[in-house]
Nanobody
Framework: QVQLVESGGGLVQAGGSLRLSCVAS????????MGWYRQVPGKQRESVAL???????NYTESVKGRFTISSDNVKDTVYLQMNSLKPEDTAVYYC??????????WGKGTLVTVSS
């Protein structure tokens, strides 16, 4: 059974940085897409950043130039480097991975709080 575990969340002041990590265990097929999503209470979960096997990345407009997604395909791990954090980045951040059959796996989330 595939499990994703996120880490690296926490409390940081505006302008600070955090690095999120997400490690997958129990994978038996290739992971093709890895991504980070975030959700605040009362709002829909939104895509933050995606990375496709091979290195193609995509970012939501509000984080471009501040966040960087990267991955280690050997370790089935995805990272999100978050710089110049803003209070509006406060959310629970979730990791999502999609395997070559199109099956999605989600982590339980890690809370990021940015104080002003």
């Amino acid at each position: 059974q595939v499990q994703l575990v996120e880490s690296g969340g926490g409390l940081v002041q505006a302008g600070g940085s955090l690095r999120l990590s997400c490690v997958a265990s129990g994978t038996s097929v290739r992971i093709n897409v890895m991504g980070w999503y975030r959700q605040v209470p009362g709002k829909q979960r939104e895509s933050v950043a995606l990375i496709i096997r091979g290195g193609i990345t995509n970012y939501t407009e509000s984080v471009k130039g501040r966040f960087t997604i990267s991955s280690d395909n050997v370790k089935d791990t995805v990272y999100l480097q978050m710089n110049s954090l803003k209070p509006e980045d406060t959310a629970v951040y979730y990791c999502r991975m999609t395997d070559l059959y199109g099956l999605d796996y989600w982590g339980k989330g890690t809370l990021v709080t940015v104080s002003s």
